[in-house]
């Protein structure tokens, strides 16, 4: 079993639906990141989060420390959204979930 | 302009080579980190450095080596040890060597390809 799990492994979805990505992890984190990979391979950071909620633009991530579950929204969801979002977490490593990749359809 | 350089993007071998993945930033971090990822799996850390002169092995270490000599910069050489090399490579930074709670930053990658 993986420490991070992400759920689902494919998303498709038609412009302007609304989308949401799950994350549980198994391990202690001081911060879960989310993570979003373009086609070309680069990665940038979406989120860093160890509570609450986080808003920006379209996207929104929040995180139940509780239930170690995080979820990352986007709302009025756009072809250029297309990419691989991946969450990751844990102590002075990371842990990386396998991703999820989302394909937004004009 | 600030960032995290990694050369060449596309990187060929033949196989009992050795080759040296470049990773250089100018961000003034501490920390660096070589992550590989491969298909339908997360990225797995090879190796990290918190600070000049000091690095760690990371979850799949063997077969790579690395050095930091400089704070900007942090060389992965993939040996000949290395028994499936073929992968995307990625280098990282962060501001401090706990990883998670610190933003990553993330080079454009180095896809190498051993034949």
């Known amino acids: 079993k993986n420490e991070v799990e992400q759920s689902p492994q494919n998303l498709t979805a038609q412009e302007g639906e609304f989308i949401t990505i799950n994350c549980s992890y198994s391990v202690g984190i001081s911060a879960l990141h989310w993570l979003q990979q373009h086609p070309g391979g680069g990665i940038v950071s979406l989120f860093m989060?160890?509570?609450g909620k986080k808003k920006h633009g379209r996207l929104i991530a929040t995180i139940n420390i509780q239930e170690k579950h995080s979820s990352l929204h986007i709302t009025a969801s756009h072809p250029r959204d297309s990419a691989v979002y991946i969450c990751a977490g844990g102590g002075n490593q990371f842990y990386f979930g396998t991703g999820t990749s989302l394909t937004v359809i004009p | 302009d600030g960032g995290i350089t990694q050369s060449p993007k596309y990187l060929f071998r033949k196989e009992g080579q050795n080759v040296t993945l470049s990773c250089e930033q100018n961000?003034?971090?501490?920390?660096m980190y070589w992550y590989r990822q491969d298909p339908g799996q997360g990225l797995r850390l090879i190796y990290y450095?918190?600070?000049?002169?000091?690095?760690q092995k990371g979850d799949i270490a063997e077969g790579y080596s690395v050095s930091r000599e400089k704070k900007e910069s942090f060389p992965l050489t993939v040996t000949s040890a290395q028994k499936n090399p073929t992968a995307f490579y990625l280098c990282a930074t962060s501001t401090s060597g706990r990883a998670s709670s610190y933003e990553q930053y993330f080079g454009p990658g180095t896809r190498l390809t051993v034949t």
């Open positions: 989060l160890s509570s």
């Open positions: 450095s918190q600070i000049v002169n000091d690095f």
């Open positions: 961000l003034n971090h501490d920390a």
